[in-house]
């Protein structure tokens, strides 16, 4: 009977014996350096590791087998901000932390005070990364990895940062690096550039940075600035949405005063803007009132929407009923509100008489777009948000790579939508129009 943890056993100690693994220098062989991404020193490994490093192992097998001198090392990755996160959070009392890290922990050692005793030194971040790196090596060993255990390190030695000092120079004198301005993940706690591996959850999450554009639309003595992914529906603009209970600001942005959510601030703080409040509003403040279009002598009216996210963006919405469900189905709804109409003091024959603006022409469809797929997916009112989310995502998919801008869009007309939307982005920047911020 084949008894593979003995047999294992048996020759992982004796190669460990052997040093078979150890890459001297030897002048008669070619030489062949090895590596893998190194395993994140604040968890405990699992089987995705396993693959990914076997497959490493593999490689250095078979060029030793051929005769190179191969240098196989294994590093634990320590630097960024994932163990600085556990860390802090562990001493803010995280208890969702607390109970990962047990269950970590809990791997290696079934006794619940030691668990609990070893989990309370996590506050100290050099014992998650010494606690982990060790069972880590364990692991990697128990698997018969050809390593050379004597170069192990980590991201924090001196001599390998100043390795990764030296390949930025190199990379610089080549001409293959570039300073500039780009928009990164920032944590206002930790006060630092954060990625991926430094979120929790982040290997589950959509975390790509979105660039949002700013529309200034003319607004007393100021700017209304809603946000959008898509400039090229300016031109079909007949209304603007802010939410009637949100809370809204006059400030001065860069010496111009816009009108957005007050949450916003926050944001554009953030996005190298100076940012000064002028004035607290409420969102039933601001309806009623009218902005002016920036292309045509068009009013806009500011009208309630309870759908608006003032913690999204600028809080501020405008409205393309022809070529959003969301905002189709929310102008029908309003239309058919004469208890909001009133509430609002609003003029109920003006709102009744406002008709999407059609921009943009689908070959298979001849009518409103936004209309067509809120009928396809059955969407009845503003609440059908499961429908409405289907029925967004395929309009906006269809006219972005399908949908050609027609005679509405001044110079742009016959123009296709994907090429488009830089142009008008690009047009509205230089003209002083728009502005941009970035969400994730």
């Known amino acids: 009977m084949y008894k593979a943890r003995e047999i294992e056993k048996k020759w992982q100690e004796r190669w460990a014996a052997s040093v078979i693994y150890n890459a001297d220098p030897d002048p008669t062989k070619i030489k062949k350096f090895i590596t893998i991404p190194y395993p994140y020193a604040s ?29 196989f090392p294994m590093a634990f990755h320590i630097t960024g901000t994932p163990v600085l996160a556990i860390s802090s959070s562990l001493e803010r009392g995280d208890q969702e932390t607390y109970e990962k890290m047990c269950d970590y922990v809990g791997i290696h ?3 619940k005070r030691e668990i609990n005793e070893i989990v309370k030194s996590f506050i100290d971040p050099w014992n998650i990364v010494n606690y982990f790196s060790k069972k880590m090596i364990v692991d990697l060993k128990s698997i018969g990895m050809s390593l050379d255990w004597r170069r192990e390190f980590t991201t924090g030695d001196a001599i390998y940062n ?43 999450l959509d975390l790509s940075i979105n660039e949002y554009t700013c529309i200034k639309f003319p607004f007393e ?16 603009v007949t209304n603007i949405w802010v939410h009637p209970k949100g809370k809204y600001v006059k400030v001065e942005v860069n010496d111009e005063i816009w009108y957005v959510s007050k949450k ?37 009216p500011v009208l309630p929407g309870e759908f608006v996210d003032t913690f999204a ?10 070529h959003a469900p969301f905002d189709y189905i929310a102008l029908i709804d309003l239309q058919q509100d004469e208890e909001t109409i009133k509430k609002y003091n609003l003029d109920g024959d003006a709102i009744k008489n406002i008709n999407p603006i059609k921009i943009i022409d689908l070959e298979d469809i001849n009518g409103i777009p936004a209309k067509y797929f809120c ?20 309009n906006y998919r269809m006219e972005f790579y399908n949908g ?19 142009l008008i982005l690009n047009e509205l920047i230089e003209q002083n129009k728009a502005d941009t911020i970035y969400l994730p």
């Open 43 to 71: 968890g405990t490994m699992h089987i995705g590791h396993g693959r990914s490093y076997v497959n490493g192992d593999i490689f250095a097998r078979y060029y030793r087998a051929k005769g190179y001198n191969v240098l």
């Open 109 to 111: 050692t079934s006794d």
């Open 162 to 204: 100043r390795f990764i000092e030296w390949q930025y120079y190199q990379l610089k004198e080549r001409g293959y690096l570039e300073k500039g301005e780009y928009p990164i993940l920032y944590c206002p706690r930790c006060m630092n550039a954060v990625g991926e591996d430094d979120i929790v959850r982040g290997d589950e």
């Open 264 to 300: 916003a601030t926050a944001l554009l703080k953030n996005q190298n803007k100076k940012v000064k409040i002028m004035e607290n509003l409420k969102g039933k403040e601001l309806i009623g009132k009218e902005a002016r279009h920036i292309f045509f002598e068009r009013s806009l």
């Open 404 to 422: 050609t801008l027609n005679e509405r869009c001044d110079g742009y007309a016959a123009k296709p939508v994907n090429l488009a939307v830089d």
């Open 375 to 394: 009928e396809k997916y059955q969407v009845k009112s503003q609440k059908d948000n499961k429908k409405l989310d289907s029925a967004t995502t395929e």
């Open 221 to 236: 003595d100021g700017y209304l600035v809603p946000a959008t992914l898509r400039p090229e529906t300016i031109y079909g």
């Open 313 to 322: 963006a600028t809080g501020v919405v405008y409205s393309v009923p022809a």
